[in-house]
């Protein structure tokens, strides 16, 4: 699934890093969550698994032609028994992060920058185009502010955002209350089984933060 050019889960990444300084907006276990979450999105638009009573199921072992996509592809086809969409979401966050970035590191569309501190180092992951690195807010922002049309793909980039704590994204043009609202608006009209995974990330999401059992 490309959104101008990105896949949801590029575009997730991008999403979570600041567009001038490449620098994380939140916490890396939570944007790992977001990427499977978005890698998954990604699959289910391009027709390579679907959701039955909430367990992903695979309907084509074709590759999509993305690597990212591909690669996470290749872990749902080396397993044997059917998972829940939590179950996914949390075993493809592991190690996917590392997979985004060497990706857009090949595309040239991120350069891994070693930030120097006095107490700890860190890595920045500058843009190399400030607009592709600004695109997904834009159309994020677009649709909520009610100035284009509303889309799926979007839609659901959205909410996986905002389900891992990426939820400034038309501030101060709208309030917290507006935002909620709207969210919870799109999360009633969306179809399955994008529906089912956002319901799936927000409880991976909820596990992190709180912890939380399975039952």
């Known amino acids: 699934m490309r959104l101008n050019g990105l896949s949801l889960c590029e575009s997730l990444f991008f999403l979570g890093h600041d567009p001038f300084s490449g620098k994380a907006r939140i916490r890396g276990g939570l944007l790992d969550i977001g990427l499977s979450a978005a890698i998954l999105a990604d699959l289910l638009f391009d027709e390579r698994i679907t959701l039955d009573h909430g367990s992903v ?68 992951y500058q843009p190399a185009d400030l607009r592709i690195a600004s695109g997904p807010r ?14 799926l793909p979007t839609a659901t980039l959205a909410l996986i955002a905002w389900t891992v704590g ?16 709207w969210v ?28 939380g059992n399975r039952s």
């Open 57 to 124: 199921v695979l309907i084509s072992r074709y590759a999509t032609g993305e690597p990212i996509a591909d690669r996470m592809l290749a872990r749902i086809l080396a397993e044997t028994e059917q998972h829940g969409i939590r179950d996914w979401v949390e075993h493809l966050a592991d190690g996917i992060f590392d997979i985004v970035v060497e990706n857009l590191t090949v595309r040239e569309l991120v350069t891994p920058v070693e930030k120097r501190g006095m107490f700890k180092h860190s890595l920045h």
């Open 138 to 151: 834009a159309s994020i922002r677009s649709i909520m502010l009610g100035t284009s049309r509303y889309d």
């Open 166 to 181: 990426l939820d400034d994204i038309c501030e101060p043009e709208l309030s917290r209350k507006q935002i909620m609202d």
């Open 184 to 211: 919870d608006r799109v999360k009633s009209a969306i179809i399955q089984p994008f529906r089912g995974l956002i319901s799936g990330t927000d409880a991976a999401v909820a596990a992190a933060v709180y912890g």
